[in-house]
């Protein structure tokens, strides 16, 4: 089955500051890639997804690159603010009605 | 208001005693699974439903049933909860043909003793 791993574990960074989440995934037949954001205490929620048939998609401050020949896509946060502290989820699933799997979390937090 | 809930939010029992998570959705999705999330371990799938009298195991089913007998409904049962199934549960509804858009419920924190 899929496995998906996230690096690092924990990120730290100044507000202001980019961040960059990276996942990697082991199933060429994944296409289908989404982020999901956890506040604290809070449930998680989609905050952008991408497709196989795309390299890169932007939304406001966040954009998501995938290489899908090297397995890894990645989550990209500009100019940070202290509400972007959260975890944050990469998922991977073979497609549109097949089971969805996620990557362990990364916790990210933005200094002020 | 489109929401998923779940009841109840939290839970404190003992080892062996059953128990009832219920999960109900108002967005008419065909999907419904069940997660558990424990530090460390990220987010894993407990049990799925496809449709109404469809269901499928997960990741980590073992010690866990679930029934979907209506659309709008997939309750996660404990028959004999252990402390090792301590931790935080979401349910989370999905549209058809978009699995990767997982609607998740508040969550329900759940310690067995």
């Known amino acids: 089955g899929e496995n998906v791993e996230q690096h690092p574990s924990t990120l730290s960074v100044q507000e202001g500051d980019s961040a960059v989440i990276k996942c990697t995934y082991s199933?060429?037949?994944?296409?289908?890639f989404p982020w999901y954001k956890q506040e604290l205490g809070k449930r998680p929620q989609l905050i952008i997804d991408i497709r196989s048939n795309v390299g890169e998609k932007k939304d406001q401050r966040i954009a998501v690159t995938l290489n899908k020949t090297a397995k890894h896509f990645s989550l990209h946060i500009t100019e940070t603010q202290p509400e972007d502290s959260a975890v944050y989820f990469c998922a991977a699933s073979t497609g549109a009605n097949s089971k969805l799997t996620f990557g362990k979390g990364i916790t990210l937090s933005v200094r002020p | 208001e489109a929401q998923v809930t779940q009841n109840p939010r939290y839970l404190i029992t003992v080892t062996g005693k059953k128990l009832t998570v219920t999960c109900s959705q108002n967005m008419n999705h065909e999907y419904m699974s069940w997660y558990r999330q424990d530090p460390g371990l990220g987010l894993r799938q407990i049990y799925y439903s496809m449709n109404v009298e469809v269901t499928d195991k997960g990741d980590v089913p073992e010690g866990y049933k679930v029934s979907r007998k209506e659309k709008r409904n997939f309750p996660l049962i404990l028959e004999s909860p252990s402390p090792n199934q301590t931790s935080l549960y979401f349910c989370?509804?999905?549209?058809?043909?978009?699995?990767?858009?997982?609607?998740f419920g508040p969550g329900t924190r759940l310690t067995v003793t």
């Open positions: 989370a509804s999905t549209p058809r043909g978009r699995a990767y858009e997982q609607y």
């Open positions: 199933d060429s037949a994944s296409n289908y």
